[in-house]
């Protein structure tokens, strides 16, 4: 599959590590000509190239400048599968959201006509590489309202070596950001670092 990964940071760059092995990867970068030096010459595009000859787009920006990305992306996530991978935070790391609203439904309202589907926030950029922790598969909870475009990314997060859990509609996101944000509070704020992760046990494998 083609995926644009818009942002280069920690997140873009694991995902990026991890899909490359299976699909094609392009990275959206604001400056693509310094980012692509830094990347040893991954392939790096600008978000509006990236974004147009994607099947679907990975959204690894800070919560604060996802709109701006979207707006970069000039249309062309509509009709494809945008995946959010957000935590909202403000500046201070700390919850930017209230309980009845979520980034990614925020989000779905910037990216017109995409299929936008939350993934992979609760997982330690770290992690994402291999969606594993020792011999443990990590959970990472799932939302969205496109049922196809759901699948698809739960078959992205098995091909990397989660395991993931459909959580339900796009709203869903409302009770899986939080859980973005404990994972955060355990591993920076209690100070377990990142070499923790979260597995939902005593079920049948999704
Ligand atoms: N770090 C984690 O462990 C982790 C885990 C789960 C979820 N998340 C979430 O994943 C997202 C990315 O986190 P991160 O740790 O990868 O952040 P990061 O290391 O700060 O990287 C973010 C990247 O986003 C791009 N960017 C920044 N501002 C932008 C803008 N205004 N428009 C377009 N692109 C912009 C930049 O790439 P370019 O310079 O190439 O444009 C930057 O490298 C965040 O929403 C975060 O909450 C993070």
Request: aromatic fraction near 4%.
């Amino acid at each position: 599959m083609k995926i644009a990964i818009i942002g280069t940071g920690n997140v873009g760059r694991s995902l990026g590590e991890a899909l490359s092995k299976c699909n094609e990867v392009v990275y959206g970068s604001r400056k693509p000509e310094e980012t692509k030096a830094k990347l040893n010459g991954a392939n790096v595009a600008t978000i509006e190239e990236a974004s147009k000859g994607a099947e679907l787009i990975i959204l690894a920006v800070p919560y604060h400048s996802a709109k701006e990305a979207i707006h970069e992306m000039k249309n062309n996530e509509k009709d494809k599968i945008l995946i959010d991978v957000s935590n909202p935070m403000d500046e201070h790391m700390r919850w930017a959201k209230g309980f009845n609203e979520s980034a990614a439904e925020e989000i779905s309202k910037h990216a017109k006509g995409a299929k936008v589907v939350k993934a992979f926030n609760t997982i330690f950029a770290e992690n994402m590489k291999t969606g594993q922790l020792g011999a443990e598969k990590l959970t990472t909870f799932i939302a969205g309202d496109d049922e196809g475009a759901k699948a698809k990314v739960m078959e992205l997060a098995r091909g990397i070596g989660m395991e993931p859990v459909d959580v339900g509609m796009l709203e869903k996101a409302r009770y899986i950001e939080p859980v973005g944000m404990l994972m955060i509070e355990l591993g920076y704020g209690r100070k377990m670092g990142t070499g923790i992760g979260m597995k939902l046990v005593g079920r049948n494998s999704a």
